[in-house]
């Protein structure tokens, strides 16, 4: 009863080598390209609604309850999108938890210089979930009202049992924008070239700009375009 399990790692024991930390990178990324996301619904899901893709002969009513609006609580796909941003989320945490204890037992300074880049990825792609969480399951941000609209629910750690409300839409965006000056911070423009597979510093700055956009702060919006 006392032998750990042969196929897992115990979640307290998972980042102790910066290999680990390079393991739990390709983690964050390959959640990235879930079906549910970028690789599917949530790219797809939000063309049908807006008309920006038609139906032809033959297409056998393929997501014929996104077309018809016809959407319940229910629906698989859209839960699938929302657990998927969630799982994006955990992951990132599960990182941030971690990685300064590690880099405290660093001591080569290049290791320590590539870590802090991959924490600024991380930051970066926690802000980008969280972006398209208000973007699909909140109202659109109007200043005036935003403080008393209902957000996503916010959570920074991993570890711990905490209850989970959601947080206004105000402090849902505040959130996001933090998270982007941290990956602002850490990550370089050296690596900005557009071939780069990876979250990049101009990564960062097209997601502030946008979400200035959707927050109707056109005056940050146009100064990181």
Known sequence: LNKEPGAAIDEKEAIKTFDDVKQLRVGI??????GALYSGYLTLLPDLQCDLVYAVEGFSNNHGNIWQ???????????SVYAALYRVIGRCNFFLDQVKQLRDSMTDDESIQTLDYYTGEVYCARALAYSELIKCFCKAYDPATAENELGVAIDSTYFGQKPLKRSSLKDSYEFVIKDLEKAEELLEE?????????????????????????MQDFDTAIEYS
Do not use: C, G, H, Q
């Open 190 to 214: 050296d690596f900005d070239y557009y071939t780069n597979p990876y979250v990049t510093d101009a990564a960062a700055k097209a997601l502030r700009a946008r979400a200035a956009l959707y």
């Open 69 to 79: 609006w016809d959407i319940r609580s229910t629906n698989s796909e859209v839960e």
């Open 29 to 34: 990324y390959a959640m990235l390209k879930s």
